[in-house]
Nanobody, 120 residues
Framework: QVQLVESGGGLVQAGGSLRLSCAAT????????MGWYRQAPGKQRELVARITSGGITNYADSVKGRFTISRDNGRNTVYLQMNSLKPEDTDAYYC??????????????WGQGTQVTVSS
């Protein structure tokens, strides 16, 4: 059974920083992409940043230059360093693991979400 365990959310003042972590646990052979999405109540979930197993990254325009995604393939863990946070970054952040290969097949997984709140 694969689980994505997220940590690092919280309350921070505008201009501050937070680091999110997401570890994929279970009997995993490989993971293609890993990424972070965010969602406000009543809105669609949107991509924040994504990184492939080879280290290729892409970011939402709204976070370019402020957020950095990285990954430890050996630990099946993805990180999101968030700097210069703005109140509009306030959302629930969800970790995603794409094309996770296990003994039972290949599928995507989502974390339970971690709240990031930026006060002005």
């Amino acid at each position: 059974q694969v689980q994505l365990v997220e940590s690092g959310g919280g309350l921070v003042q505008a201009g501050g920083s937070l680091r999110l972590s997401c570890a994929a646990t279970g009997s995993i052979f490989s993971i293609n992409g890993m990424g972070w999405y965010r969602q406000a109540p009543g809105k669609q979930r949107e991509l924040v940043a994504r990184i492939t197993s080879g280290g290729i990254t892409n970011y939402a325009d709204s976070v370019k230059g402020r957020f950095t995604i990285s990954r430890d393939n050996g630990r099946n863990t993805v990180y999101l360093q968030m700097n210069s946070l703005k109140p509009e970054d306030t959302d629930a952040y969800y970790c995603n693991a794409n094309a996770v290969r296990t003994t039972t097949g290949v599928r995507d997984y989502w974390g339970q979400g971690t709240q990031v709140t930026v006060s002005s």
